[in-house]
């Protein structure tokens, strides 16, 4: 097995530590979310906390893609987070990536970056609508998404669970994970509002989104909550069709899990 190992410049000193922290993944506990597809674990290095996220080998075609076609998971993790920290946009900080491929197939890939301590993630304000500074924290996330895309990051996964929230003395922070898919240009009216499209099943949160990204682009707002709860609807609409048709294609694998 080959390794192709990148880690930052700025952290070249503990490049051994680095490796050797990934090539003994599996002996760690401390796992991070729910784990279905890619596995995060907590580790430490130097007395510093970082997270080491193992994607899933892809399948057989995808193995040959990734090995000579296109760049891996990791490796657009950790060249699109660079990016984001020079457009002055927040993400935990890159530190490294591994990549495992034989001659010819792609197999195991890491990427390491320095775990964020979050007070919440914009999940919770599609479940908890009695968070304290509710609103002024949907806001101050809508002014964050403006600013992606002033910035020309259009984020094809601006969903609930890639978006960490901290609190400091001034408001809050906001961080952007699992980087993997982005595009970066101009964005033209219709990109910018699709890109709210997978945050929420809720009219009222789309109702004080539209009303802040109108403040932010001085656009119509009546143009944005139409357009926006619209691609809403259809994204709420493609997502729970999928997930009919895969429960009808697996159904052994639910009836294995009960």
Same mark, same amino acid.
């Given at each position: 097995m080959q390794h192709k190992f990148k880690i930052h410049p700025n952290y070249e000193s503990i490049g051994a530590k680095v490796? #050797?922290?990934?090539?003994?993944? #599996?002996?760690?506990t401390d796992i991070l979310g729910d784990a279905e597809r890619n596995v995060i674990k907590i580790v430490e290095v130097e007395g510093e906390k970082y997270t080491i996220k193992s994607f899933k080998v892809p399948n057989f075609i995808n193995q040959i893609v990734y090995r000579f076609f296109r760049k891996s998971k990791a490796e657009r993790s950790y060249n699109y987070a660079n990016k984001l920290l020079?457009?002055?946009?927040d993400t935990p900080f890159p530190l490294a990536y591994n990549l495992c491929v034989t001659p010819v197939l792609f197999k195991e890939s890491y990427y390491v970056s320095k775990l964020i301590e979050c007070d919440l993630t914009y999940r919770e304000l599609t479940t908890d609508f009695d968070i304290p500074?509710? #609103?002024?924290?949907?806001?101050?996330f809508t002014r964050f998404t403006y600013k992606l895309h002033k910035c020309g990051v259009n984020f094809l996964d601006?969903?609930?669970g890639n978006t960490l929230i901290k609190k400091n003395e001034e408001g809050y922070e906001f961080y952007l994970v699992d980087l993997n898919r982005m595009k970066f240009g101009e964005m033209n009216f219709d990109t910018r509002v699709k890109n709210f499209a997978k945050l929420t099943i809720? #009219?009222?949160?789309?109702?004080?989104m539209s009303n802040e990204y109108a403040k932010c682009t001085g656009e119509n707002e009546k143009e944005i909550f139409d357009l926006m709860w619209q691609y809403t609807q259809e994204f709420q609409g493609r997502y729970y069709r999928k997930r009919r048709i895969k429960r009808k294609v697996f159904f052994w694998k639910a009836k294995y899990r009960e």
């Open positions: 490796k #050797e922290t990934i090539a003994n993944f #599996e002996k760690y020079e457009l002055g946009i500074d509710y #609103e002024v924290i949907l806001r101050a601006h969903s609930p809720h #009219e009222s949160m789309v109702s004080v």
